[in-house]
């Protein structure tokens, strides 16, 4: 007997999006990083465009796959970089929850992708730090380095936001770009 | 899609540039202020300074007599018996935990908070 998984437009989309999303994580690791923690967060362009155009829901799933299964092709699963990132990741979409929530509920102060990007961006590096902190360093003199990567996470985050917008407004004005076929 | 940034994106916006810098005074203070300074001589306390008392200090070291300048809430080496001047190089201290020192005449200036910023340092 066989069995067949149903599956969803809403599955499709999402591994498409998380398949994109976790090419460009790779892509990133191979980057040389200043500081520990610091990475330009270009995969999180691509949450942030699922959720502008398919809602949180969506943006979720992509979010924590692409942690995950980036984490196992890049052979750093369950290893501390996973966490940071998992932390990280977790805290960036509640942040976007929140975001998307007000915007739905007090449509006058709705949150554009630059508001969205910059958001979840200081809530992504707040929630690494806090991990790191909490679990890998609990040391005083660690705090010490929480302002300069806010800073720059608050800069990451604003040209996310750009990024995010100007490919939206492509895929919006592109007719062929409707729904499935985002390619 | 119509303007670049919504009333929202503003909030997010001017929240981030308050919340950026206050990061920076809650983590980066100094230890602050310190009102008094310690001196030491060949390892032993040797006098405790008001930091606001003007006045010009001749200290006895192992070499000869080194000269501290203190007021205005701070203090620092204006000659040493030393070849490098270190001491005198490290100018004025005013911050809790900072300290000067001329080791070849065995004289060290340290300022005390409540709240030092080291410890302890060895060199």
């Given at each position: 007997m066989t069995q067949t998984i149903q599956t969803t437009r809403d599955d499709h989309l999402i591994a498409w999006f998380t398949a994109l999303a976790i090419t460009i994580h790779i892509a990133e690791s191979a980057l040389p990083s200043?500081?520990?923690?610091?990475?330009?967060?270009?995969?999180n362009v691509v949450t942030l465009i699922v959720l502008c155009r398919y809602g949180w829901r969506m943006a979720v799933w992509v979010a924590l796959l692409r942690v995950l299964i980036g984490s196992v092709l890049l052979g750093t699963f369950l290893s501390p970089t996973f966490f940071l990132s998992l932390s990280g990741a977790l805290a960036g979409v509640t942040a976007l929850g929140l975001g998307w929530a007000v915007s739905r509920a007090v449509p006058g102060w709705a949150l554009g992708p630059l508001g969205l990007g910059l958001l979840a961006a200081l809530a992504h590096m707040t929630g690494q730090f806090w991990t790191a902190y909490v679990l890998f360093i609990p040391h005083?003199?660690?705090?010490?380095l929480f302002p300069p990567l806010m800073t720059l996470a608050a800069v990451l985050g604003i040209v996310s936001g750009v990024l995010t917008r100007s490919v939206l407004a492509r895929l919006n004005s592109d007719p062929s770009a409707s729904m499935v076929k985002k390619k | 899609m119509k303007h670049w940034l919504t009333k929202g994106d503003w909030l997010v916006l001017i929240a981030t540039l308050l919340l950026v810098p206050s990061l920076y005074a809650a983590y980066w203070?100094?230890?602050?202020?310190?009102l008094e300074a310690r001196v030491w001589v060949d390892g032993k306390p040797w006098a405790r300074l008001?930091?606001?008392?003007v006045q010009h200090l001749d200290v006895p070291g192992v070499l000869g007599v080194s000269h501290l300048e203190i007021g205005n809430g701070q203090v620092r080496f204006?000659?040493?018996?030393?070849?490098?001047r270190q001491c005198i190089h490290t100018g004025w201290l005013s911050e809790g935990g900072d300290v000067a020192a001329c080791l070849p005449n065995r004289v060290s200036v340290q300022i005390m908070a409540?709240?030092?910023?080291?410890d302890s340092i060895n060199f």
């Open positions: 200043p500081l520990p923690g610091v990475k330009p967060g270009l995969a005083p003199a660690l705090l010490h | 203070h100094g230890s602050g202020q310190g008001d930091l606001f008392h204006t000659d040493s018996p030393c070849q490098n409540d709240d030092p910023r080291f």
